[in-house]
């Protein structure tokens, strides 16, 4: 069985700071990761996926991942934090070639200015 | 690309109405898509998944008979919830995966649909 666990509910950085965002995984399956991102009352945009290809994975605004399987870790990272980054951020798995996401409980990023 | 769209955005109806949402993958096709129901402050929990021209499968707890799911073209499948109740009343979001050579494509949302029941 597949799960997901963000570490941090909440997350508050100011401006232009690094962000990160944690999440480990469980999969008995080589597992396919994403991140997406939900703004209040909106569906969830794609940022990143990893399917076993390059383990440092770029998403869009900015964002990337690395996959580590030794420590079971997909942890999210942006180099400099811009107000418009404010949502809640999840991680996603995915077993090998099928469809069931499986999705961590989210954590809500907070950027002051 | 991958555009989903979800209609409507927003609901209110009365208790004992039946609500009607679509969810249409714009610029491409999707012989899969999925419906999940979001709870506040909580994350998302999957309803059913719905394959092109063959009966939706649901995940367990979800009543099909209270949540139906049509998935006609490659392009559009619909939720009714059937005689609505306060309980019903939610955040739901569709999903629409992509055609696939092989590999995991991912799954592409649309903006959801805040449905209130009075």
């Known amino acids: 069985a597949q799960s997901v666990t963000q570490l941090d509910s909440h997350v508050s950085v100011s401006e232009g700071t690094p962000v990160l965002l944690r999440c480990n995984y469980s999969?008995?399956?080589?597992?396919?990761l994403f991140w997406y991102v939900q703004h209040p009352n909106k569906g969830l945009q794609l940022l990143l996926k990893?399917?076993?290809?390059?383990?440092l994975v770029k998403g869009i605004n900015g964002f990337e991942a690395e996959f580590k399987k030794s420590e079971t870790s997909f942890h999210l990272t942006k180099p400099s934090a811009h107000m418009s980054d404010a949502a809640e951020y999840f991680c996603?798995?995915?077993?090998?070639?099928?469809?069931?996401?499986?999705f961590g409980a989210g954590t809500i990023l907070r950027v002051k200015s | 690309g991958a555009v989903v769209s979800q209609h409507p955005s927003r609901v209110i109806c009365k208790s004992g109405t039946s609500v009607k949402i679509e969810c249409r993958s714009l610029?491409?096709?999707?012989?899969?898509m999925f419906w999940y129901r979001q709870f506040p402050k909580q994350s998302l929990m999957l309803m059913a998944t719905?394959?092109?021209?063959?009966?939706?499968?649901?995940e367990q707890g979800v009543e099909k008979d209270k949540f139906l799911i049509n998935h006609a073209s490659l392009t559009l499948s619909t939720l009714t919830v059937t005689s609505a109740h306060p309980e019903d009343s939610s955040f739901y979001i569709c999903?629409?995966?992509?055609?696939?050579?092989?590999?995991?494509?991912?799954?592409?949302f649309g903006d959801g649909t805040r449905l209130s029941i009075l």
């Open positions: 990893y399917t076993s290809a390059a383990t």
């Open positions: 996603v798995v995915s077993e090998e070639y099928g469809n069931k996401l499986v």
């Open positions: 999969s008995s399956y080589s597992p396919s």
């Open positions: 999903s629409a995966r992509a055609q696939g050579v092989r590999g995991n494509q991912p799954q592409h």
């Open positions: 719905s394959n092109e021209g063959s009966k939706a499968t649901y």
């Open positions: 610029d491409f096709q999707a012989t899969t």
